[in-house]
Structures are given as C-alpha cells and as structure tokens.
C-alpha cells in the first residue's frame, strides 16, 4: 500500500484539518465530535442541509459545505457511516430556527444513524426531515443496502437544494425539491480498477488486466457483471443505456448530465466517455442543458467513472445555475 498517510487511524481527521485550513473563508471543521460546517453557520431564518457518510469519496460531502449548497457535512471513518452523535452535534451546529433537512444516501448504516439523530434533534425540538437517495440502477439490493445505493444524484440534490435553501425556501419546500430531483435522477457507475482502504492495506478486490466490472458501488460492491474490458465507446454506451432505459428518459427531455470519476482516472478519459455520452443522448433526441465532468463522488483511488442523468424542469436548471461556494463547486460568485 502507497499513500500519503501518516498513520492509518489519523488519515480522516487529518485530512479535515487540511481542509479547514485550505478554506477558512467557507467552512470550519469539529474534530469532536467530527463534522465540517460553513463559516457563518447557524443562517437563522434560513433552512439547513445536512449530509454525509463514510469519508474516501471525497469531495463529497465536506467539500460540498458553503453558501448556496451545505450547511453541515458529516464524515465517517472511511467507507464508514457517520454517528448518531455526529449527525446530532452537526445539525443543531447549522440549525437556524427553520428546520434542518438531511439529505441521506441509501446505505444501511447511514439510513438507520442518520434516522436516530434525527429523532434526537426532533425531541430537542429542532424539526428535521430526511431524503434517501437512491438512484443507483445497477442492482436492486446490495451488500450494504435494502434497495437500490444512493450515488451521482446526491451532488446534483445537494447543489440543487442547497440554493434553494439559499433562495428562501422553507422546509417543506426543499424537502419537496430533493424528492424529485431523486425521483428524476439515475446512476450506474463501473470500475477498472479495485481501491484500497487505508485501514485493510490491500485492494477490496481484484480484477484482471482485461476486465472490468460494471454497475460497480462506491464502496467496491460487486456490480451487474465482471466482462472482458471494452473501449470507452461501448462501456458509454452501455452505462447511458441502462439509465436512459430505466426512467426512462424520453427524447425531448432535458437533462444535467454528470460523467463521473472514480478517483483514479484522469481528465483526459473523463472528457472522453463524456463525448461518448452526449453523442448517445444526442441520437436519442435527449438534450442536455448542463453538464459536469470531474470528480465528485469518488472511491479512493478506483479507476473508473458513472455516469448520472437528471430530468430537469426549469426549477432544477435555474436552481443549478444560481452561485455556490464550496472547496470542490464554485460558480456565480
């Protein structure tokens, strides 16, 4: 194993203290217990967000904090669900007297923690609601989840929702908001090669010189199918397609389209699978009014990349283009 590590058990809270001082002008960080908030949090009058989960898929979700997106992140240990008490410390950390909104991807752990901080929260009088996300087309269950994972829709939901908040939405409002964007959001990723856990040493699993595993979790869950490795054009083609088919997308929609990496696969293939992707949409008479390419919800240091599509209304569009300032999105501003 080869990482720019100290020790194994310091790699996260390290790794947020580099944060906060690289941003001190968005965001702060608690180490205990351990949460990342924006700089002027509580907003009052304002409707907080709040997310996270297990760290390694950085930027998400603490480089997500600041004005126009979250107000708190809570980062586990990686691949590792955040606390209770984390989830509680950063959602009466953000609370402003409008109600805070958790946005929650579909993992087991972090359904259920995410769950009872909430109730925490509620019985101190602090109204919260929760949005699982669950746009994940690859499989229905998982190792780590009862029904399908919650992947890409999760930055589109949080940028959308997060400048709703800013806008003035109340609580119902954005709660409102996140469950379409989730009811109009899929993903289906895949993976070239395994990552490494700081903490196991060695890859989560393995795959040959000329294979790939489609449909792959951001965790390292197994996919659809192990297959013999194929050029970007068809690996395109059959992400977009199994998307595309599940909504469905139909042509003359119009979509956020989100090609994604892994953590280990460089712009210069990213850019390229993005080519293939709009070409395949473009057929289909899909259009697609914003794009991202990059990455942002990663798996360490996997090579590979997903590929979400969102059906969005111009409520969607114009809350994507309002300004945000994070560590990993900044527009507008």
């Not at 480089?63 to 980062?75: E, H, I, S």
Request: glycine share 12%; hydrophobic share 45%.
């Amino acid at each position: 194993m080869k990482k720019l590590i100290n020790a194994v058990d310091d790699v996260v809270r390290e790794s947020l203290a580099g944060l906060a001082a690289a941003h001190p002008d968005v965001l702060r960080v608690s180490l205990d217990p351990v949460y990342v908030v924006r700089a002027d949090a509580p907003v009052p009058g304002k409707t907080a967000i709040v997310s996270g989960g297990g760290s390694g898929h950085e930027p998400l979700h603490g480089g997500y904090v600041g004005p126009g997106m979250l107000d708190a992140a809570c980062p586990g240990q990686v691949f590792t669900s955040p606390t209770p008490d984390q989830i509680e410390a950063a959602t009466r950390a953000v609370n402003g007297g409008a109600g805070v909104l958790h946005i929650v991807k579909n993992y087991s752990g972090d359904v259920m923690n995410f769950e009872m901080a909430a109730e925490l929260c509620q019985a101190q009088g602090i109204e919260v609601r929760s949005v699982v996300i669950d746009d994940d087309v690859a499989v229905e269950n998982s190792l780590y989840t009862a029904g399908r994972r919650g992947v890409g829709t999760t930055v589109l939901a949080e940028k959308i929702c997060g400048a709703a908040a800013a806008r003035g939405y109340d609580l119902a409002g954005v709660e409102a908001l996140c469950r379409r964007v989730n009811a109009n959001g899929r993903s289906m990723g895949m993976a070239l090669t395994s990552c490494t856990v700081p903490a196991a040493g060695k890859p989560t699993f393995s795959l040959g010189e000329d294979q790939m595993e489609l449909g792959i979790g951001i965790h390292g869950e197994p996919g659809r199918e192990r297959a013999a490795l194929q050029p970007a054009r068809e690996i395109a083609e059959r992400l977009t397609g199994a998307v595309v088919a599940d909504l469905p997308f139909r042509g003359g929609d119009a979509v956020i389209a989100m090609v994604n990496g892994m953590g280990g696969t460089p712009l210069l293939e990213l850019y390229l699978v993005y080519g293939e992707v709009e070409r395949i949409l473009q057929r289909q008479g899909i259009r697609v009014a914003r794009r991202l390419v990059g990455n942002y919800i990663t798996s360490l240091e996997m090579a590979g990349c997903s590929v979400t599509l969102l059906r969005a209304d111009e409520e969607m569009l114009a809350r994507w283009d309002d300004p945000v300032l994070t560590p990993a999105l900044r527009w507008g501003i």
